[in-house]
């Protein structure tokens, strides 16, 4: 994928779930950190939003991506086609000092 395409992606992520997700375990960390996190849950709300065709707010609230989740990165139970969702993901980003995360 070109750095365009990532740049992107990052654009919209950040447009659509800026002030959705929850970042409070991360308040003692980086602006990196922060940014690559907030990159992360927001890769997964959008994931659960395409799939389960709810709202960034309801994705958003889906989250529970943190040190103690077993790998579970969202989870969202539709209740009325009866469908659990549950979302693991693997991300990888490039960090540049000159650019950030990209």
């Given at each position: 994928?070109?750095?365009?395409?990532l740049?992107?992606?990052?654009?919209?992520?950040?447009?659509?779930?800026?002030?959705?997700?929850?970042?409070?375990?991360?308040q003692?960390?980086?602006?990196t950190?922060?940014e690559?996190i907030?990159?992360?849950?927001?890769?997964?709300?959008f994931?659960?939003?395409?799939?389960?065709?709810?709202?960034?707010?309801?994705?958003?609230?889906?989250?529970?991506d943190?040190?103690?989740?077993?790998?579970?990165?969202?989870l969202y139970?539709?209740?009325r086609?009866?469908?659990?969702?549950?979302?693991?993901q693997?991300?990888?980003?490039?960090?540049?000092?000159s650019?950030?995360?990209?």
């Amino acid at each position: 994928m070109s750095e365009i395409h990532l740049r992107q992606i990052k654009s919209y992520l950040q447009k659509t779930f800026n002030g959705l997700i929850d970042l409070s375990d991360y308040q003692n960390k980086s602006e990196t950190d922060r940014e690559l996190i907030f990159l992360t849950r927001s890769l997964a709300a959008f994931t659960l939003m395409v799939l389960a065709d709810i709202s960034p707010q309801e994705a958003s609230k889906s989250i529970v991506d943190g040190g103690q989740d077993n790998g579970i990165d969202s989870l969202y139970f539709d209740r009325r086609e009866k469908i659990m969702y549950v979302l693991t993901q693997v991300a990888s980003y490039v960090v540049e000092r000159s650019h950030g995360v990209i």
